[in-house]
C-alpha cells in the first residue's frame, strides 16, 4: 500500500464482509487474529471517524489500489462456482459490456421528460414486461436502445432485435445479434443467460414492422422468452396482440420544452421562424430536423421545407440528383400502392430516372432509405411522404377542382398537409382547398403550418362558411310538435341550406379552431346569434308551448348544440371546440365574464375550462363556477346546468375556503326532485369535494346490516346484486366497497353467486364485470351458473357489450373445465351463424379433442354460408373476446383471439370476403359496423402472403375499404420478399 501513497502508522486488517445481516441460527466463525468474519454494518462501524483505525485513504483511492493489483468484485456463484460457472459470469460480463457500449451510443441521444427513464425501466422489469406504444417519431427506437443499455450495465442480460432486420427465422436473429457483439458462440453465451441469477430481456423494436406472418413471429418471440426465462420488451405504433401479460408504456407526443432541447442539442439554437416551426411539428424526430437544417431554412419555415432540406442536408454532395431520385421513388411507390420495391426492380427505376448509382449510395449511407429482405424503402415515413407530396402538388395543380376531395381518401390523407404545403400557385391553391373534404386540413391550413398561401386561402373560406352559418340561422324557424316525445323541436325545412361536403369541412374547421386564438372569436360570436335566434323563437313559440304544459328551452339547445333531431349549419360544428393545437403549448384563451355570456358560450366556457385557467388558477375558476351556481343554473338549459357540475372536479383543488362555498352554492341549488339526472349529477358532485363523507360513516351500520341480510339463507338474488352494484353506482360507493371486502373470502364469493344468479342480472350493467368475478373462483362446479349465459344473447339489448361479455366469457370457463355445450334453437342466417362460432369459442378454451372436431364441422358449416354474415358475426364475438379492462391484471381469463386458434380457417374466410367485396351482416341491431373489414383486413395482414398483395394494392387505390387494405398492405408488402 505505501508503494502507492503514505499510510502513515495504519496497518491494514483484513476482512470477510457479509453484506446483509447473517441469518437466525447462523454458526459462522468471528474469524482471528488475521481476518475478521463481520457484517456490513458492523464492518463501517468499527471505522468510526477518529479511531487509531480509520483508513488514510479515500475510495477512489482503494480502487485504483485493486486496479493496480488487478483484483476485480467477484459474485458468491464465481468464487464457489467452478471453473464453467465462472466462464459464463465472465461471459455474459463482457457481452452485457459489449451491448451498454453498442447500444449506449445511440441511448445517449435520448432526450426525455422528466422520470421516464425510471418509470420505463420499472415497466420493463414488472411482470413480463412491457410494450413501448407511441406515434411515429416519438423516439421509441432511442427509448429501446437507452433501456438496453441501462439493463446490460445493471448486469442483465439483453438481446436487442430491430424488427425491419427480421428475416423470419429467431434463431438466426440471434446468432446474427450475438455475432455482432463478441465472439463467443451463441449456445455458449445462451446456456451463460440460462443460468444468470439477473432477469434476461428480450429487445424488439418496430415491432408493426415484422416481415412475414407477424403471428407466427410473435409466436417464435414467444417461445424464445420461454426458453431464456425473459422478459420481452416491444416497440410499436399500435398495440400489440398476443402478448397479455405485458404491460403497456405509452409515449406521448413531446413538450415544447423537450422539443426545444432536442432541437438546441450539440450548441444549436432554434430562433426566429423556425421557432414557430418547431411549435408546429409533433414529434422528437421532426424537432431533431429543426435542430439539424432550421437555420437554413429561407423565408416561410414549414414542415415540407424542413423535410426537403433535412434530405439535401443528409446527402450533401449528392443533394440535386438524390433529392430528385427520392421524389419520384415516392411518387412511384405511391402510384403502386406500394411501401417498398425490390432491390433489383430500385436499381432500374433509378437508371431510368438517371439517377447514378453512386447518389443511390449516398441514399442509403444518409439513412434516407434501407434494405429489408431484399426491398427498398424509406426510412421513415415522414419522408416518404415529404418527398411524395412534391410530385403530387403538381398533380393537384393540373386538376385542383376534384383533387381537394381525393385530399380525404385513405391513399392519400397521410400526405395531405405536405401536398397542400408545395402547391405554390395562390389559385391552385384555393381551388384545392375549396374542393378539400377534411376539416383537420382546413383547420391546418388556417392555423399557418401549411404556409402562408394555404393559410390565406382556407381563412378567406372559413370566414365565408361563417357568414353562410349565421344568414341560415336568420333563415330558419323552429318548429314545435307535442305529439313527438323524443324531439318536441325541429327545424323547419324554410330556409334551411344544402352544405356541400367541402361546406361542411369548413364548417368542422371553425369547431377545431374554437379553442384557438384564431378561431376562438368566431366560434362565440356564432354562439351569441344562434343563443339570440333560440330565444326569439321560444319567445314566438310560447302560447304554444305554454298550451301543452312542455318546456322547449333545453330541448331546443340540444337540437342546436347537440344535433339532437335535424340539423343545420351550426349543428355541424363541434361545439366543445378541440384543445388539440395546430401548433404546441396553445396560449390561454382570454378571460370572460360568466354573468353577460349567452348560454351557447356558458357552456363552452365550463366545457373547454382548460383552455382558459390553468392548475393554479382553479381557485378563480370555482369562484366563477360558484356564481354561475348561484346566479345562472336555474334560467340554464340541461346541458349548461350538466356542464357546471361536471366542472366540480376542475375546482377541487381550490383552497378549502373555496371548495366549502362551493358545496353551500351545490347545496343551495333548486331542482325538482323528479329531475332525476341533475339530482344524480349534484350527488356525484357533492362526492367529489367530500361532502357526503360524514353521511356516508353514518350510514355504514345500516349497509352492514343490508349486506348482512343479503347472505342469509333464502335471500334473494336481486338483493345480492342490487348491493354490488351500489359499490360503483351509489353517493356511498366507498362505505359499501369497504363493508364487502371486509367479508371473509367465502361470504364475498356467496355474494358475487347469488348476483350472478340473481333474475335482473342480464339487465344488469354489472353484468360482464360479475361474471368475471365469478370465473375468477376457477370452480367446475359453478358450471350451472354460465350455462344461461350461453345461449344467443339479445339482438336488441341497448347494452350489448355486457351480454357479449358475459355470453364469451361463460363459453370459456364451460370450454375451460370440460362441460359440454347446451344446445341453442336458431332459425334466422344469424343466429344459425353464431350458434356455430360459439362452438369455437368453447373450443378454443378447451383444446379437447371432441371439442376441436366439433369445431372444424363448424367450420365446414360456416365456409357454406355467407363471408360477409360470417365476418360479421365473428368480428362481434371477437371484439368481445378481445377487450381489455382497466382491472385486467391477474384475471384467469385473459383477451384472446380467435384467429390465434384457427389462422388456416380465419385467412381462407377473410379472402372469401374481399373477394366477394360484400357488406358485413352482424348479429347484433346496432353492431360496431367497421369491426367486420377490420377483421377480415387485418387477418390478410397478419396471416396472407404475396398472392393477397396485389389485391390489397387495388382495393387500396380507391375502395370503400381502402384504409383497411392499406393498413394490411404496410404489413404484407414489406414481407412479400420472405414469402
Known amino acids: 500500500m505505501a508503494v502507492m501513497a503514505p499510510i502513515g502508522s495504519y496497518y491494514p486488517d483484513a476482512c470477510v464482509v457479509f453484506t446483509g445481516a447473517l441469518p437466525a441460527g447462523s454458526d459462522v466463525t468471528v474469524g482471528d487474529f488475521k481476518a475478521r468474519v463481520v457484517t456490513l454494518t458492523d464492518f463501517l462501524d468499527d471505522f468510526a471517524a477518529g479511531t487509531a483505525r480509520q483508513p488514510p485513504w479515500g475510495l477512489d483511492q482503494w480502487r485504483a489500489f485493486a486496479t493496480s493489483l488487478s483484483l476485480t468484485a467477484v459474485s458468491v456463484d464465481e468464487a464457489v462456482g467452478g471453473d464453467q460457472v465462472r466462464r459464463d459470469i465472465e461471459r455474459l460480463r463482457l457481452y452485457n459490456a459489449a451491448v451498454a457500449e453498442e447500444y449506449g451510443r445511440s441511448g445517449d441521444r435520448w432526450l426525455y421528460e422528466e422520470g421516464v427513464p425510471d418509470a420505463l425501466e420499472r415497466a420493463a ?59 463467443d458462440a451463441p449456445t455458449e453465451l445462451l446456456r451463460a443467460v440460462a443460468h444468470s441469477e439477473r432477469p434476461a430481456f428480450l429487445i424488439v423494436d418496430g415491432v408493426n414492422e415484422l416481415a412475414g406472418s407477424g403471428s407466427l413471429a410473435l409466436r417464435g418471440l414467444r417461445a424464445l422468452a420461454r426458453r431464456l426465462d425473459a422478459k420481452v420488451i416491444l416497440t410499436s405504433q399500435k398495440p400489440v396482440v398476443g402478448f397479455d401479460g405485458l404491460s403497456t408504456f405509452e409515449v406521448s407526443r413531446p413538450s415544447a420544452g423537450l422539443k426545444q432541447r432536442i432541437a438546441d442539442r450539440d450548441g444549436r439554437r432554434v430562433i426566429g421562424s423556425v421557432a414557430d416551426l418547431l411549435k408546429a411539428v409533433t414529434s422528437g424526430f421532426e424537432a431533431e430536423m429543426v435542430g439539424d437544417v432550421g437555420s437554413s431554412l429561407a423565408g416561410e419555415a414549414t414542415r415540407l421545407a424542413l423535410i426537403d432540406q433535412y434530405v439535401r442536408a443528409r446527402l450533401g454532395g449528392h443533394a440535386r440528383a438524390g433529392a430528385h431520385g427520392l421524389r419520384r421513388f415516392a411518387v412511384a411507390l405511391h402510384t403502386d400502392v406500394a411501401f417498398s420495391m425490390a432491390e433489383a426492380r430500385f436499381d432500374e427505376f433509378m437508371r431510368q430516372e438517371t439517377v447514378g448509382f453512386d447518389a443511390c449510395d449516398a441514399m442509403f449511407a444518409a439513412g434516407l432509405l434501407v434494405r429489408r429482405v431484399g426491398r427498398v424503402s424509406f426510412s421513415h415515413e415522414m419522408i416518404l411522404n415529404g418527398c411524395a407530396a412534391f410530385g403530387l402538388a403538381n398533380a393537384a395543380a393540373h386538376d385542383p377542382d376534384t383533387f381537394g376531395a381525393r385530399l ?46 394555404a393559410s390565406s386561402n382556407a381563412r ?59 378561431g376562438f372569436q368566431d366560434y362565440q360570436d356564432l354562439c351569441a346569434v344562434m343563443d339570440a335566434r333560440l330565444l326569439e323563437e321560444r319567445r314566438r313559440l310560447a302560447p304554444a308551448v305554454k298550451a301543452a304544459g312542455i318546456g322547449i328551452r333545453s330541448p331546443s339547445f340540444a337540437l342546436a348544440y347537440y344535433s339532437m333531431g335535424d340539423r343545420i349549419g351550426f349543428s355541424r360544428i363541434d361545439h366543445q371546440g378541440s384543445r388539440r393545437s395546430f401548433g ?26 382548460h383552455a382558459f385557467f390553468g392548475a393554479d388558477e382553479r381557485g378563480e375558476f370555482a369562484e366563477e363556477l360558484i356564481f354561475v351556481l348561484r346566479e345562472r343554473f336555474s334560467h340554464e338549459p340541461y346541458h349548461v346546468q350538466q356542464a357546471a357540475l361536471a366542472a366540480v372536479g376542475f375546482a377541487r383543488e ?36 367530500g361532502a357526503l363523507d360524514d353521511d356516508a360513516e353514518n350510514a355504514r351500520e345500516g349497509i352492514r346490516a343490508e349486506v348482512a341480510e343479503a347472505l342469509l339463507d333464502g335471500a ?117 351463424c353464431l350458434n356455430d362460432i360459439r362452438i369455437l369459442v368453447h373450443a378454443a378454451e378447451s383444446r379437447r379433442p371432441e371439442h376441436l372436431a366439433a369445431a372444424h364441422l363448424a367450420w365446414v358449416r360456416l365456409d357454406g354460408q355467407s363471408p360477409g354474415l360470417v365476418v360479421g358475426c365473428l368480428s362481434e364475438i371477437n371484439a368481445a373476446l378481445m377487450e381489455r379492462h382497466w382491472a385486467d391484471e391477474n384475471r384467469p381469463y385473459p383477451p384472446i383471439d380467435l384467429r390465434d386458434t384457427y389462422p388456416a380457417e380465419c385467412l381462407r ?40 398483395v396485389d389485391v390489397l394494392r387495388r382495393l387500396g387505390r380507391g375502395h370503400r375499404y381502402s384504409s383497411y387494405a392499406l393498413d394490411a398492405l404496410k404489413i404484407l408488402d414489406s414481407a412479400a420478399a420472405t414469402q
Not at 424 to 452: C, I, K, Q, W, Y
Not at 591 to 602: E, K, N, R, W, Y
Open 909 to 948: 374466410l377473410a379472402r372469401r370476403f374481399v373477394a366477394a367485396a360484400v357488406d358485413p351482416q352482424y348479429f347484433h341491431a346496432v353492431p360496431m359496423r367497421e369491426r367486420g373489414p377490420e377483421l377480415a383486413f387485418s387477418t390478410l395482414g397478419r396471416f396472407g402472403d404475396r398472392i393477397d
Open 716 to 832: 334473494d338474488g336481486n338483493d345480492a346484486l342490487s348491493i354490488y352494484v351500489r359499490m360503483f353506482d351509489h353517493p356511498f360507493s366507498t362505505v359499501y366497497y369497504e363493508e364487502i371486502h371486509a367479508l371473509s373470502e367465502d361470504q364475498r364469493h356467496m355474494l358475487y353467486r347469488r348476483a350472478l344468479a340473481s333474475v335482473e342480472i342480464k339487465r344488469s350493467l354489472s353484468l360482464s364485470w360479475i361474471t368475471g368475478e365469478v370465473a375468477r373462483l376457477e370452480n367446475p362446479a359453478d358450471a350451472p351458473l354460465f350455462v344461461r349465459f350461453v345461449g344467443l344473447p339479445d339482438r336488441s339489448n341497448p347494452f350489448p357489450q355486457e351480454e357479449w361479455g358475459a355470453f364469451t366469457l361463460s363459453l370459456r370457463f364451460l370450454g375451460r373445465h370440460g362441460a359440454p355445450l347446451p344446445p341453442s334453437e336458431g332459425e334466422t342466417a344469424e343466429e344459425l
Open 460 to 518: 378567406k373560406l372559413i370566414q365565408a362558411a361563417k357568414q353562410a352559418c349565421i344568414d341560415e340561422i336568420a333563415a330558419v324557424t323552429l318548429e314545435f310538435d307535442s305529439d313527438n316525445k323524443a324531439y318536441v323541436t325541429r327545424w323547419s325545412e324554410a330556409g334551411r341550406r344544402d352544405w356541400t361536403p367541402p361546406e361542411k369541412a369548413r364548417l368542422g374547421a371553425i369547431g377545431k379552431l374554437a379553442t384557438s386564438l384564431l
Open 125 to 183: 422489469s414488472d411482470g413480463g414486461g412491457c410494450v413501448i406504444v407511441g406515434p411515429s417519431g416519438c423516439g421509441k427506437t432511442l427509448m429501446g436502445k437507452a433501456l438496453a443499455s441501462r439493463l446490460a450495465g445493471a448486469g442483465s442480460p439483453v438481446l436487442f432485435f430491430s424488427a425491419k432486420d427480421f428475416t423470419g427465422e429467431w434463431a438466426k436473429a440471434v446468432r446474427r445479434e450475438i455475432g455482432l457483439l463478441t465472439d
Open 654 to 689: 381550490a383552497p378549502d375556503e373555496v371548495v366549502a362555498e362551493l358545496v353551500d352554492a351545490i347545496n343551495g341549488l333548486d331542482v325538482p326532485q323528479h329531475n332525476w339526472a341533475i339530482n344524480s349529477s349534484i350527488i356525484d358532485a357533492l362526492g367529489f369535494l
Open 408 to 453: 380525404s381518401t385513405p391513399l392519400l390523407a397521410p400526405l395531405a398537409s405536405e401536398i397542400v404545403t408545395a402547391i405554390e400557385d395562390p389559385d391552385a391553391s384555393l381551388r384545392v382547398l375549396e374542393s378539400a373534404t377534411s376539416s383537420d386540413l382546413v383547420a391546418a391550413a388556417a392555423a399557418g403550418t401549411l404556409g402562408s398561401v
Open 584 to 609: 404546441d403549448a396553445p396560449e390561454p384563451l382570454p378571460s370572460l365574464d360568466v354573468a353577460t355570456l349567452t348560454s351557447g358560450q356558458l357552456h363552452f366556457y365550463l366545457e373547454n375550462r
